[in-house]
């Protein structure tokens, strides 16, 4: 790469090894947070089919692969005094330009045809059929003309057609747009590596190194060793870096290397087959194969003495209208339990109220309907301390059944079994019938080969022997089970299953690290926390998926259950992933604090630990009291435990300081020209201030902030703010100065300015060239304020000769606020003074309060297509308006929507904040001319006068002004609303004295 200009810096190898070691990063000018937020999400919805889920779905925090390239990639690129040339090779790097996504597009000529019906003559017709692309379109042709179309689409309806990005053969996907990168940037590289490299070598000299000290679940360090970098990866926690470990040598294996590890997985699974096999314990007498096991608790009623199975509902199957039916045994006061298949609708009605309901269990010979008290059973009572306690008996080590004197038993009373002409293939025929004797006689073999061999598995790191040392989520079995160790999590059937797994493994010669991590994926899918989930089916009654056994961590907590289900042995986990990303840069793991890294790296990109985080180091405590005994090379080398003292965790002074220490040490290890990205995803203002001032104590300044929707609309928590990722960028704060606070707010105005009108020409640019897409929406642009107000706050090390960290050490008072957070307000308010929504008279905007200018904001983002539930989010913090839910009709992660006229009704009106506001007596009004059957825009001006009153003359020019507004904005969301504010409109205009 060559040096073109001063202006534009270019790479050479030779001439100047470090010629951009200075130069502005492409993330730090602009981040195309529109199609990337597109792209995460579709990545999310992927669900199992991510890329490092099947090593462990357990790991709830990994950040989306798309969104890692884009950053790493945009830390990398130079920004020149290009930048729509400069996003346009962007975009081509990651494949989401509109080339690309003709090439991502994963079906036939017949279904483009049917998608593009303008575009069908590129299809040839057999039979009135159309069957395949025409011979005389050359592929150039084709996939040009495939662009054009999508180009038609928006981008988030384009990604439903196409492959993700990791989906493709990287090779083919890129393989056009070279001669462009190396025209514009000066290289010489024909792959992503190359690229990557010749990168480094002008920023840093070498190839890029990049670390991340909380690397979790492995994301971060596996796309950074996939494009080319020279990765350092490390957490405190041994199944974080086992996690990542898999990601280099299981997912990025090569096609021989997985063939080989499957097979080690396969060969160990059949001997443990075979032996269960041997011992009769999952067969029949007719050769049928249990293929699961379900369970309930019992516990005896203190009001009638009855033994009653205990279960949120008796539903087994929907898809087969399965379900199980409690039939009175007078003479022992128990129940015995029957399975029924092909019930009718009334009874699969029926079967959903189970014997627990509320909280209280519900039996046929209770007469009281109301029941009793689940936790009155338990005996919960709080001690002198204030803590919850009760009389269920505490498990021993050696106890992995309960004693028949327990409060709490447990029963099987189903078996869903695999025909025996069937097993082995690949469709099964299965069935569920009720538990037998011959059953039972079964679990009893199974009980004894368990209590014969305990000793000597939990001595030999078979099964577990570690006790559950309490916690925020680790207490939860103890108190609700009286669970004491980590053993008593698993029933007897899978203590048997996995100390012969594991001891086939230990006496294997193939693959035991990949089997370790194959251990682990087991254990989440088998052991008593794990829920039976019946098939879901349609209105038609059709199934919409299988009859199945949930996983542990469907959320990150310990959740015991009423009911539950064991997996059999024929019970197949996930599959691998068929695809091969390779690993192009080193790798090396550690286990340690982020706070020890001892080596220098050029980019730090961590997803750290927040104020609310996952207690990782809990409940990663379900594993390790499996794994951590004997581990092969080279975990043996790791700590085996997850050193809870060491874990940076809670959201006090002691978090801040513990992030504090943990960044300062990634600061030391960072050269001048070195970065850092931080991702964090919080819905707390505060919190997001706090890492600010957390980032400014490390010696780190801001440069950028980018916020793209990651969360699934399942995912998304309950809250005001932000739900999606923001991206903080950095660099080294190099020398000491002092700020006076009034100098600093002028430069924020500023800045602020200057941000927002370099965004918005980038964004005038583009769209001039795409016609139909808009690359920052307004909450874009107000989050780049507020990065524009970090970047000058945190280049100064005093203000007023107070360090910005003065208050991050203490806990603050109620009402009380930190220096920093008043200043991104300060921001904040700065750019919504500047941002006025298109159309909207300004002398007005100054006048609305905050509820009001955020309902007038989302209705000019409406109209311009955002549907982004983050966007309302930022802008209800921008506009402090935390009640901003009561103002929308959808909250949906890619669906929200404001509440219009008819939603509203007239809910709200009078109250205080948006209640008061005229532009609510608007809506109100407009919602009175659309009632009845047809709109008479008079009952609205006559509701105005009558609420306005006296004042209603004088405010009559904003009222059309307003009504005009939402007439404008809402034509294409709600135009059965657009019209009647439009008649509104006019009838204030035509109303005289």
């Known amino acids: 790469m060559t040096v073109k200009s001063s202006s534009r810096p270019g790479i050479t190898t030779g001439l100047a090894p470090l010629s951009l070691a200075n130069t502005p990063a492409f993330i730090e000018r602009q981040f195309p947070v529109g199609r990337l937020s597109a792209e995460t999400f579709k990545e999310r919805k992927a669900v199992q089919s991510q890329t490092l889920t099947s090593l462990g779905s357990y790991w709830k925090g990994r950040k989306p692969l798309i969104l890692v390239r884009a950053v790493l990639l945009g830390a990398l690129l130079p920004a020149t005094d290009e930048p729509v040339a400069d996003l346009d090779i962007f975009l081509k790097l990651m494949g989401m330009d509109d080339a690309s996504l003709a090439r991502r597009f994963n079906g036939s000529a017949a279904a483009f045809a049917r998608l593009f019906p303008d575009f069908a003559e590129w299809v040839t017709e057999v039979n009135g059929l159309r069957r395949n692309w025409r011979d005389d379109l050359s592929e150039p042709d084709r996939l040009g003309r495939m662009a054009e179309a999508f180009a038609t689409l928006p981008y988030a309806d384009r990604l439903k057609h196409v492959l993700r990005p990791e989906e493709c053969d990287e090779r083919e996907l890129l393989a056009p747009i070279w001669s462009a990168v190396n025209s514009h940037l000066g290289t010489t590289a024909r792959t992503l590596p190359e690229l990557v490299e010749e990168l480094g070598i002008a920023r840093f000299g070498h190839r890029p190194k990049v670390a991340d000290t909380f690397c979790g679940g492995g994301s971060i360090p596996f796309e950074a060793a996939r494009i080319g970098c020279d990765v350092y990866a490390s957490d405190l926690n041994p199944i974080a870096c086992m996690l990542t470990w898999g990601a280099f040598n299981i997912i990025g294996a090569s096609k021989e290397r997985r063939a080989e590890i499957e097979k080690a997985q396969a060969e160990v699974t059949a001997v443990v087959d075979a032996e269960i096999t041997a011992l009769g314990i999952e067969h029949d007498a007719a050769g049928n194969r249990a293929k699961a096991y379900l369970y309930c608790l019992e516990t005896r009623c203190p009001r009638t003495g009855w033994l009653v199975p205990m279960a949120p509902s008796w539903v087994i199957s929907k898809s087969s209208n399965t379900v199980a039916r409690l039939v009175p045994d007078h003479d022992q006061k128990r129940y015995d339990i029957e399975i029924s298949a092909g019930v009718s609708a009334a009874e699969m009605v029926e079967a959903e109220a189970g014997t627990v309901r509320g909280g209280r269990l519900v039996h046929p010979m209770n007469p009281e309907r109301s029941g009793v008290e689940v936790k009155t059973i338990r005996g919960d009572y709080r001690d002198a301390a204030g803590i919850t306690r009760n009389k269920l008996r505490l498990w021993e080590k050696l106890d992995f059944i309960p004693r028949p004197d327990d409060i709490l038993q447990e029963r099987l009373y189903c078996v869903q079994w695999i025909k025996a002409d069937s097993i082995g ?69 899978q203590l048997l299953m996995f100390a012969k797994f594991r001891e086939f493994m230990d006496a294997s010669e193939t693959p035991q690290t990949a089997l370790y991590l194959e251990i682990a994926r087991r254990l989440d899918n088998n052991s008593r926390l794990c829920r039976w989930t019946s098939a879901s089916v349609n209105a038609d009654g059709k199934s919409l998926n299988s009859d199945r056994i949930g996983q542990v961590f469907s959320n990150q907590a310990l959740n015991t259950m009423l009911n539950y289900a064991v997996r059999g042995i024929t019970y197949q986990n996930e599959e691998l992933p068929k695809r091969y990303p390779s690993i192009a840069g080193t790798t090396r793991i550690k286990t340690h604090s982020a706070m020890a890294i001892d080596e220098s790296q050029d980019v730090f990109v961590t997803d750290p630990p927040y104020a609310d985080a996952v207690n990782y180091h809990e409940i990663t405590e379900f594993f390790i009291a499996w794994l951590r005994k004997n581990p092969p090379a080279p975990f043996d080398q790791w700590t085996w435990d997850s050193r809870r003292p060491l874990a940076i965790k809670g959201k006090d002074e002691g978090f801040r300081r513990d992030m504090v220490a943990a960044y300062a040490a990634m600061t030391r290890q960072m050269p001048d020209s070195g970065m850092q990205v931080v991702m964090f995803t919080h819905q707390d203002a505060g919190v997001w201030a706090d890492l600010g ?242 709109r008479d825009p008079k009952r609205g001006v006559t509701i105005l006068k009558a609420d306005i009153g006296a004042d209603y003359w004088t405010t009559r020019q904003k009222l059309i002004l307003l009504a005009g507004y939402v007439a404008q904005k809402t034509a294409r969301t709600r135009p059965d609303e657009s019209a009647a504010a439009a008649e509104l409109t006019e009838a204030l205009k035509l109303d005289r004295v």
Request: with cysteine.
């Open 425 to 493: 293939k690949a469709r099964q025929q299965t069935f569920f019938a009720k538990a037998d004797e011959d059953d039972i006689v079964r679990e009893r073999t199974v009980e004894r080969i368990v209590s014969e061999n305990i000793v000597r598995w939990q001595a030999d790191g078979l099964v577990p022997d570690m006790p559950i040392e309490p916690g925020d989520n680790t207490t939860q079995p103890i108190r609700e089970r009286g669970w004491t160790h980590w053993q008593h999590l698993f029933g007897a059937r």
């Open 693 to 934: 001032a957390i980032l400014w104590a490390a010696g780190l300044k801001v440069t950028a902030a980018w916020n793209i929707v990651t969360e699934t609309e399942s995912a998304l928590k309950e809250g005001n703010y932000v739900q999606g990722t923001v991206c903080l960028v950095l660099r080294k704060r190099l020398g000491q100065a002092n700020g006076r606070r009034m100098e600093i707010e002028a430069e924020i105005e500023e800045a602020v300015a200057d941000q927002l009108a370099r965004l918005t020409a980038l964004d005038d640019s583009w769209h001039e060239r795409t016609s139909a897409e808009t690359l920052y929406t307004d909450g874009d642009l107000t989050l780049a304020a507020y990065a524009a107000a970090l970047q000058v706050v945190t280049a100064y090390s005093t203000i007023d000769r107070q360090p910005l960290d003065r208050d991050l050490y203490r806990p603050l008072a109620r009402g009380e606020t930190t220096m920093l957070r008043e200043l991104v307000d300060y921001a904040a308010r700065v750019a919504n003074n500047l941002l006025v929504p298109e159309g909207f008279p300004r002398d007005m905007w100054r006048d609305l309060i905050a509820a009001e200018r955020f309902y007038v904001r989302m209705l000019d983002m409406e109209a311009k297509g955002a549907a982004k539930v983050a966007d309302f989010q930022n802008f209800a913090k921008s506009f402090a308006y935390g009640g901003y839910t009561e103002v929308m009709a959808s909250t949906a992660a890619n669906a929200a929507a404001l509440a219009g006229a008819a939603d509203l009704k007239g809910r709200m009106l009078g109250a205080e904040g948006f209640g008061a506001t005229l532009m609510r007596q608007v809506l109100f009004a407009i919602w009175k001319t659309m009632e009845g059957a047809e």
